[in-house]
């Protein structure tokens, strides 16, 4: 297709310089407004003249009164009173005698005080420690009361354990500990009998009971 406009009136080969010529024109009235300075027209008032007259502020005068002092705080009047004091007659009667027994006539000795010690355990003694009824009751005792470990039984232990405890005064057991295991259980089971066990005739010593260490073999053995 061919262009029917002439080359010179073609107003597109100058839109480049019009824009930028409009940029420049737009910048510069920005830079005008905000460069322009404006003046108010006004009368200086001059300080040279004497006819100013000036407003003078009524300021009254004020009187502080001073505060008024504390009251003055009157000490109390110590009356001194003397605190010796006389007495004339004492009415009051002590009587120092005291009514006392007679003295015994006769005085008998028992000999000399037994001082005992309660914490005192006896390896020997005069008359051993023994279960109520003898040994054989002892035996029946163990019989009805000692049972075989399960696990002793299973693993075939058997032997002898060596439980040594203390007897006291009353008979009663205590401080019950092992001086030779076996295992398999049955140290328990034997110290638990000895524990369980009824109330012993104690040790005596020179006729009276003490308390006393004992030392008991215990045999466990597989039928």
């Known amino acids: 297709m061919e262009n029917k406009k002439t080359p010179k009136a073609d107003i597109r080969k100058m839109s480049g310089m019009i824009f930028n010529l409009g940029l420049m024109l737009s910048v510069a009235a920005v830079l005008v407004a905000f460069e322009w300075k404006a003046y108010e027209d006004f009368e200086i008032k001059s300080l040279g003249t004497e006819d100013n007259t000036w407003d003078l502020l009524d300021i009254p005068n004020t009187v502080q009164t001073p505060p008024t002092p504390p009251p003055v705080l009157q000490q109390p009047e110590i009356e001194l009173v003397p605190d010796e004091i006389i007495i004339e007659k004492l009415d009051v009667v002590i009587d120092f005698s005291l009514e006392q027994e ?5 005085i008998e000795f028992e000999g000399p005080p037994v001082v005992e010690d309660p914490d005192v355990i006896n390896d020997f003694v005069e008359v051993q420690a023994s279960f109520k009824g003898g040994m054989d009751q002892w035996y029946v005792y163990l019989k009805n009361n000692l049972k075989y470990p399960i ?27 092992l001086v030779r295991t076996i295992g398999g259980g049955c140290d328990e089971v034997a110290m638990e009998v000895i524990k369980k066990s009824p109330n012993w005739n104690p040790g005596r010593i020179n006729g009276k009971a003490v308390r006393s260490r004992m030392t008991i073999p215990i045999k466990f053995r597989l039928n």
Do not use: K, L, Y
């Open 102 to 106: 007679p003295a015994p006539t006769e």
């Open 151 to 177: 696990q002793a039984r299973r693993m075939g232990i058997e032997g002898t354990a060596i439980v040594r405890f203390v007897v006291n005064t009353d008979g009663s057991i205590q401080d019950v500990e």
